[in-house]
């Protein structure tokens, strides 16, 4: 059953870092590139990060040079390590395949609110 699970979110001030984790189910980890994607209430949900089975990556603009994505790929797992949070980073982050589709589902997400 194709399954993703996210954690690692939390409440951080601005200039803070958080450590996202989401565990994917084989059908959906295995050779796809991944992302993580966020969302805000009444907004689409965004790509912010991407990385491919060989570990090539890619980044908005927005969070180049702050934010970190990396993949274990034994542990079916993907990462983002966010560091100088702003404000304007918070959201709902989830993570999946990329494109989407091919994950089929999406998780709960995990929640991220940077305050002031």
């Known amino acids: 059953q194709a399954q993703l699970v996210e954690s690692g979110g939390g409440l951080v001030q601005a200039g803070g870092s958080l450590t996202l984790s989401c565990v994917a189910s084989?059908?959906?980890?295995?050779?796809?590139?991944m992302g993580w994607y966020r969302q805000t209430p009444g907004k689409q949900r965004d790509l912010v990060a991407s990385?491919?089975?060989?570990?090539?990556?890619n980044y908005r603009d927005s969070v180049k040079g702050r934010f970190t994505i990396s993949r274990d790929n034994a542990k079916n797992t993907v990462y983002l390590q966010m560091n100088s949070l702003k404000p304007e980073d918070t959201a709902v982050y989830y993570c999946?395949?990329?494109?989407?589709?091919?994950?089929?589902?999406w998780g709960q997400g995990t929640q991220v609110t940077v305050s002031s």
């Open positions: 999946n395949a990329l494109p989407s589709w091919k994950g089929g589902v």
């Open positions: 084989g059908s959906i980890f295995r050779g796809n590139p």
């Open positions: 990385i491919t089975s060989g570990g090539n990556t």
